[in-house]
């Protein structure tokens, strides 16, 4: 019984530093960005009501949000801009990260100096090619 409430308590520790949600045409598609404090975990969630349930693990940082957080493409896409910090150094700057999820095309655009989850298939842009997705998505 021990066991099991400490796992209860660790994994229901968590604070929610981001969400969005928007829906249209009987589906709903958002993201969830929530921080454990025991673990110092984070985790990005996209999903989408048509069965789309996607996690990343971001280092085991403290997250930090930037205001410029906004949907894009009339909903379809979300951009996310966000800093992670040491936790041991809550004055340096931190590095950015810069991400969107394009839930109608499935396709993930990301711009950091961090390695994150570099994989194959995932578009892996510099600022200046983000921003040019950014731009054409504004449009």
């Not at 940082?61 to 896409?77: F, I, P, S, T, Y």
């Not at 655009?109 to 983000?130: D, I, K, M, N």
Request: net charge positive; with cysteine; charged share 25%.
């Amino acid at each position: 019984m021990a066991v099991g409430t400490a796992l209860l308590v660790f994994f229901l520790s968590q604070t929610t530093l981001g969400f969005g949600e928007k829906c249209g045409g009987g589906y709903c598609w958002g993201y969830q960005l929530d921080q454990y404090r025991f673990s110092k975990r984070t985790r990005l969630t996209i999903s989408g009501s048509w069965g789309l349930h996607l996690e990343y693990e971001l280092p085991r940082m403290q997250l930090e949000r930037a205001n410029d957080d906004r949907w894009l493409v009339d909903d379809r896409a979300v951009y996310l801009n966000f800093r992670l910090k040491p936790f041991n150094d809550p004055v340096e700057a931190g590095a950015p990260v810069k991400l969107v999820y394009d839930f109608q095309r499935g396709e993930l655009y990301v711009t950091s100096p961090l390695q994150l989850w570099r994989l194959p298939g995932r578009r892996w842009l510099t600022e200046t090619e983000f921003q040019k997705v950014v731009t054409g998505m504004e449009r």
